[in-house]
T-cell receptor
Framework: AQKVTQAQTEISVVEKEDVTLDCVYETRDTTYYLFWYKQPPSGELVFLIRRNSFDEQNEISGRYSWNFQKSTSSFNFTITASQVVDSAVYFCARNTGNTPLVFGKGTRLSVIA | GAVVSQHPSRVICKSGTSVKIECRSLDFQATTMFWYRQFPKQSLMLMATSNEGSKATYEQGVEKDKFLINHASLTLSTLTVTSAHPEDSSFYIC???????????????FGDGTRLSIL
């Protein structure tokens, strides 16, 4: 299976710090899609972003930004000025067209007030 | 749009009981549904994929006789954990995929999950 690797298991930051969550993926496909989800303590998955393999533009949405680098097979996620409400487990995932999402192991982010 | 309702949200039952979890797409037709399992502090692992009216396709290592999946309509899939044991305790999450072209930004819409605890 083509894996998604999130090397950081847990990260703790102090509120207002910036934090980057790393995601590296394997792929043999030309067309594929990358995602980030947030899973708060309540358990539901919250969709954050979808990026297709042909679009390497970085994206910014409020305090969130994503850096997609095909050359290094990475799709990193940065939270600027972190807040306590950002505390959650964040999953990076990929699929190709109609295949099911394959998730990384997740990074548990704790933001301390 | 694209709401997936999963019920129940939490189940606590005795070992040997069979437990049924329902997953409904409320405002769209789900041609394909997926069932994931998540053990504490671990990732979501795909258990099976089901297409409406067809038998489910199970991932390697998932016992099809233990985890019965029925996808009888375009809006409902059920997962039945038969004769559940403590090692089946986990967080189960369903996911539904709409017909091609709809909600294209999100290929899968997730239910809120069912926390299953077997005593």
């Amino acid at each position: 299976a083509q894996k998604v690797t999130q090397a950081q298991t847990e990260i703790s930051v102090v509120e207002k710090e910036d934090v980057t969550l790393d995601c590296v993926y394997e792929t043999r496909d030309t067309t594929y899609y990358l995602f980030w989800y947030k899973q708060p303590p309540s358990g539901e998955l919250v969709f954050l972003i979808r990026r297709n393999s042909f679009d390497e533009q970085n994206e910014i949405s409020g305090r969130y930004s994503w850096n997609f680098q095909k050359s290094t097979s990475s799709f990193n996620f940065t939270i600027t000025a972190s807040q306590v409400v950002d505390s959650a487990v964040y999953f990076c995932a990929r699929n190709t067209g109609n295949t099911p999402l394959v998730f990384g192991k997740g990074t548990r982010l704790s933001v301390i007030a | 749009g694209a709401v997936v309702s999963q019920h129940p949200s939490r189940v606590i039952c005795k070992s040997g009981t069979s437990v049924k979890i329902e997953c409904r797409s409320l405002d769209f037709q789900a041609t394909t549904m997926f069932w994931y399992r998540q053990f504490p502090k671990q990732s979501l692992m795909l258990m099976a994929t089901s297409n409406e009216g067809s038998k489910a396709t199970y991932e390697q290592g998932v016992e099809k006789d233990k985890f019965l999946i029925n996808h009888a309509s375009l809006t409902l899939s059920t997962l039945t954990v038969t004769s559940a044991h403590p090692e089946d305790s986990s967080f189960y999450i369903c996911s539904a995929r709409a017909r091609a072209g709809l909600y294209s930004n999100q290929p899968q819409h997730f239910g809120d999950g069912t926390r299953l605890s077997i005593l």
